[in-house]
Nanobody, 113 residues
Framework: QVSLVESGGGLVQPGQALRLSCAPA?????KAWYRQAPGKQRELVAQ???????HYSDFVNGRLTIAIDHAQNTFYLQMNSLQPEDTAVYYC??????????WGRGMQVTVAS
């Protein structure tokens, strides 16, 4: 069993940046970020597979970066040029063999002026 700890959510103005972090970054798992906006389905934002392949959903459009901080044993989502449509609850996840999956509690990210 794995427990995930998230940090970094909050309120930011359009055009600003946030960095979301999640721990631990266990090596055998696919590491992923999801988000769920009000009234919408939860959707994948980005993921790093066990072998290192990185996948971004189409809406990311180069503004968001997923990466691993090995020194801190965390993985993070760097979000730049944030826009109001990025407002959502963000969740980190560890996944293994499409069977074993663990979720963070979720963090509110609000982009508004």
């Amino acid at each position: 069993q794995v427990s995930l700890v998230e940090s970094g959510g909050g309120l930011v103005q359009p055009g600003q940046a946030l960095r979301l972090s999640c721990a631990p970054a266990l090596s055998i798992f696919t590491k992923a970020w999801y988000r769920q906006a009000p009234g919408k389905q939860r959707e994948l934002v980005a993921q790093i597979e066990r072998g290192g392949r990185i996948h971004y959903s189409d809406f990311v459009n180069g503004r968001l970066t997923i990466a691993i901080d090995h020194a801190q044993n965390t993985f993070y989502l760097q979000m730049n040029s944030l826009q109001p449509e990025d407002t959502a609850v963000y969740y980190c996840s560890l996944e293994y063999n499409a069977i074993e999956k663990y979720w963070g509690r979720g963090m509110q990210v609000t982009v508004a002026s």
